[in-house]
């Protein structure tokens, strides 16, 4: 039987009102998710891995997307030029797709131009709910954390301090923002989840150019995934809280890995070819941390033209775990503090997951199932 999901009843995740429009209002939580950093760049720029041995399910080509992003490091890593995804696919052609923001994955998942993605829970959730369950599945877990608030130490020193300052969020309604809406109702302040103002003055700004508005003293902090943190500490801010602390074993879902349904029906043995390389590429970056992050990091080179500084790569890589486990009840909670925000509708996740490859893959390579904790197949 599948692992136990880690409860989530604790009081950290305990029901608490935000002020929110009283208008219905709509899905926004396909924005940038986890996964708005880095520049875009044509895939038809990049190096082709190339396809060796017999095609599987006589399939010439198998479009993947992610972003120039830590977070996916998975995908960094294993789609490059003679990397495992790539090997396990034999001679069906890994053609890779690179996006800034989750509703442009989602859109080329719906309209047949994309087949499986490395996404941030939030879009996942959404094109899950717009398509009324019916064009996307989470086949797998890809990363955990790397999602942490960091703040001026001049300004703000403790946790407290954070009432009635200027905190930054990637987007209205991404993953961050949520989870930082979540985390400020928990503390008994008020915030209209709209426009972000009250006890503490949300921000929304885009990762990219976090670290000059806090150089300029426009924001006081913010709450960032990897590696716009570390960017933050390396101009002298303070981590004053990691969000993984706030989590059963300090665990929650940042990436995962999606599927459209017509291509998980028509090509198995391909999604689990992918899923193999998948794993086999975690596995190896948790064998091999140091190359991996060098691997990672000349990924990004290769998309958005520059390597991170050791200062920014260094904490940032530590702080990401790579992971198979979808951590399906970590998604669950999410959704549910979008809904306590009034930035999502109550949604039916019931089917999201598929993880019946995947738990195939594990179990041929001595691990143990992953559970979807009652939303979907495993």
């Known amino acids: 039987m599948p692992s136990a999901a880690p409860s989530v009843t604790g009081p950290r995740f305990r029901r608490r009102r935000l002020i929110a429009a009283a208008a219905a209002v709509p899905l926004l939580l396909g924005a940038l998710g986890a996964c708005g950093y880095g520049s875009q760049k044509n895939d038809s720029d990049r190096a082709v891995p190339a396809a060796k041995g017999e095609k599987i399910d006589g399939l010439d080509k198998v479009r993947i997307g992610y972003f120039a992003n830590l977070t996916h490091a998975t995908a960094l890593v294993g789609l490059k030029e003679g990397g495992l995804i790539q090997k396990e696919l034999g001679g069906t052609r890994i053609q890779p797709f690179t996006f800034n923001a989750g509703p442009s994955e989602i859109e080329a998942l719906n309209a047949g131009s994309l087949d499986i993605g490395w996404i941030g829970p939030s879009p996942a959730i959404n094109g899950y709910v717009k398509s009324h369950g019916e064009n996307l599945k989470i086949i797998s ?22 009432k009635g300052k200027k905190i930054a969020t990637p987007q209205h309604g991404n993953t961050q923002d949520v989870a930082f809406l979540n985390w400020i109702a928990e503390q008994g302040w008020d915030v209209d989840a ?66 459209r349904q017509g291509f998980l029906e028509k090509h198995p043995d391909v999604v689990e070819a992918v899923l193999r390389g998948s794993v086999k590429t975690n596995q190896w970056i948790k064998d091999n941390p140091d190359r991996a992050k060098q691997e990672a990091n000349a990924a990004l ?20 775990e790579v992971i198979d486990d979808p951590l399906a009840a970590t998604l669950d909670t999410e959704a549910e503090h979008a809904v306590q925000a009034g930035l999502l509708e109550e949604p039916d996740l019931k089917g999201i997951y598929d993880l019946r490859p995947l738990n195939k893959v594990l179990k041929a390579e001595g691990k143990p199932p992953v ?5 979907g197949e495993q």
Request: aromatic share 4%.
């Open 141 to 162: 877990g890809s990363a955990s954390g790397g999602v942490k608030l960091v703040v001026n130490p001049d300004k703000i020193k403790s946790l407290d301090d954070v």
């Open 371 to 375: 559970s979807a904790a009652g939303l």
């Open 301 to 320: 080179e290769d998309l958005s033209g520059k390597p991170l500084p050791a200062e920014v790569i260094d904490p940032a890589w530590k702080s990401i």
């Open 194 to 259: 709209q426009s972000g103002k009250g006890d503490v003055s949300v921000v929304r700004t885009d990762n990219k150019i976090t670290p000059d508005a806090y150089k300029s003293g426009a924001i006081d902090g913010a709450w960032v995934p990897e590696p716009t943190a570390s960017k933050l500490v390396a101009e002298g801010g303070k981590v004053l809280l990691d969000e993984a602390t706030l989590w059963p074993n300090e665990k929650f879902v940042i990436t995962n890995v999606i599927v």
